[in-house]
């Protein structure tokens, strides 16, 4: 899976989930596992709720009764879905402990998405992911070495003769990543993060 949020070490907890009459609830504790501060740093999980609830329900998530910006996604394709991907950022001191609460239903007014960000294009054999007007990945679809382009405007960082990414076995035999037979599937996209999963 490719995943285009900054990597980040968390520890989350799913607390617990309640109903009552047509808005449902549920709670996860974020825990700062490593010992250091952290800035505005992705956090994302996925939600298994206890029942299924319509695309385009109302999520909001909360913290000490501030609502915070946050992207929610079903997991799977299907007009209803239990299982939901969050993304948000956060901040946390070294080991804190910091308890969100996700409110869903149709009287819940929805947490806002950040304005800027990622955006997904997809362009025939590959994937662009832009953070305009910063940077773009450019990402194959049979996943190819990987990457094609990484360009922070107005300059490329992939030197045109890269030979991409390669994987080396015990015996020292390398196998360059992706090729024919590779699928492609957007998991979920949004301003926060944009998740690509490559199946061979």
Known sequence: MVSMSAKS???ILVLLVVSVASEAATSIRVIE?????RDRAPVHTLLQLAEPVAVGTPFRLT???IVMPAQFRPANGSSESASWWLDFFTSCGPRERREF?????PEIKP???QKGGHQLHRHGDRFVVSHAPHIDWTIPRDLAGFLRSV???PHEHLRPDSPGF???DRDGKRHRLGGENVKATVLR???TTVALRFEC
């Open 101 to 105: 609460l996700i409110e869903y239903g």
């Open 166 to 168: 390669f994987l080396e």
């Open 63 to 65: 913290v000490g009764g």
């Open 189 to 191: 996209e949004g301003r």
């Open 151 to 153: 360009e922070f405007h």
């Open 9 to 11: 070490r968390w520890v």
């Open 33 to 37: 596992p490593t010992g250091v501060h």
């Open 111 to 113: 947490s806002p998405e």
